[in-house]
Nanobody, 114 residues
């Protein structure tokens, strides 16, 4: 499985960005896809997850502001981020989970600053 994250950039506080995670390769048996982030000097943390059945869950810090969704026809998972705060600044990664293990994409930088 290969994952390609994109869509990061510089945005002002209160602004929005949409991240994309394009999934390719052996996509069968993927049970969930998650977005993680790692800010400066912090550990990588889970932000949002969508399961193969469509169930979603979010970190408390992003509930009501971020939305994870997927387009099965495009094999792409999105993370819509609204009302961004400076503390959302991080490198964002997507991860696919299969019975055989977890597969990570490269990160995309999100910087929230005025």
């Amino acid at each position: 499985v290969q994952l390609q994250a994109s869509g990061g950039g510089l945005v002002q506080p209160g602004g929005s960005l949409r991240l994309s995670c394009a999934v390719s390769g052996s996509t069968s048996s993927i049970s969930s896809i998650s977005w993680y982030r790692q800010g400066p000097g912090t550990q990588r943390e889970s932000v949002a997850t969508i399961t193969s059945g469509g169930t979603t869950n979010y970190a408390d810090s992003v509930k009501g502001r971020f939305t994870i969704s997927r387009d099965n026809a495009k094999n792409t998972v999105y993370l819509q981020m609204n009302a961004l705060k400076s503390e959302d600044t991080a490198v964002y990664y997507c991860k696919a989970r299969k019975p055989s293990g977890s597969f990570w994409g490269q990160g995309t930088q999100v910087t929230v600053s005025s």
